[in-house]
């Protein structure tokens, strides 16, 4: 399988909280996007980070990329309840095809 | 508003029987795509597009048959060899531009009775 991994698996924090996933990944990249959903809903774009980038900020979001380890991880600083939600990270090869990894479902408990 | 649009947003298929679920896009994307969830799992693709009239196989579309006749949109049939398709179906488009996110429609639950 081409797919990429994430972990943690599942996260559960208070709101206030940082919240820290990771994702690996296979093959050399373009970029790496990653994506939120929420529960029974399709997913939402969050962030882009491209090969020759190291670290991306939007708003709460603080996205970094290892292409030497090829990895990344996104944080969300001050979580709140309203995060809640499953986050994949998606990496994008030669083509525009997307591999999405397995995801993180965080839960943040007000 | 430009958005993507799937629908039904629930489907039953009894065995045997092909159905046909909907995707349209009014973002003027190029590239459009489906893939299969299944429960606390990721996307895995079925089938993409990338130009009118032209679509390549993903990595599971056994089981699965689309049409790109319009650019605005890309229907997918599941049909009765497809085994086990009780899942969660997501429709994307995206620009066909390198660095570009995709957007993703709300999704079609399908299960079989």
């Known amino acids: 399988s081409q797919q990429g991994e994430e972990d943690p698996q599942a996260l559960s924090i208070q709101e206030g909280e940082n919240a820290t996933m990771n994702c690996s990944y296979k093959?050399?990249?373009?970029?790496l996007q990653w994506y939120r959903q929420n529960s029974g809903r399709g997913l939402v774009h969050l962030i882009l980070?491209?090969?020759?980038?190291r670290e991306k900020h939007s708003g709460r979001l603080r996205v970094t990329l290892d292409t030497s380890k090829k990895s990344s991880s996104l944080l969300i600083t001050a979580s709140r309840a309203a995060d809640t939600a499953s986050y994949f990270c998606?990496?994008?090869?030669?083509?525009?095809?997307?591999?999405f990894g397995t995801g993180t479902r965080l839960q943040v408990f007000p | 508003d430009g958005g993507i649009t799937q629908s039904p947003k629930y489907l039953f298929r009894k065995e045997g029987q092909n159905v046909t679920l909907s995707c349209e896009q009014n973002?003027?994307?190029?590239?459009m795509y489906w893939y299969r969830q299944d429960p606390g799992q990721g996307l895995r693709l079925i089938y993409y597009?990338?130009?009118?009239?032209?679509?390549q196989k993903g990595d599971i579309a056994e089981g699965y048959s689309v049409s790109r006749e319009k650019k605005e949109s890309f229907p997918l049939t599941v049909t009765s060899a497809q085994k086990n398709p009780t899942a969660f179906y997501l429709c994307?488009?995206?620009?066909?531009?390198?660095?570009?996110?995709?957007?993703f429609g709300s999704g079609t639950r399908l299960t079989v009775v």
């Open positions: 093959t050399s990249i373009n970029n």
């Open positions: 597009s990338q130009i009118v009239n032209d679509f």
């Open positions: 998606a990496s994008a090869h030669n083509t525009d095809k997307l591999i």
């Open positions: 973002l003027n994307h190029d590239a």
């Open positions: 994307a488009s995206s620009p066909f531009v390198i660095n570009y996110g995709y957007t």
């Open positions: 980070i491209r090969s020759n980038e």
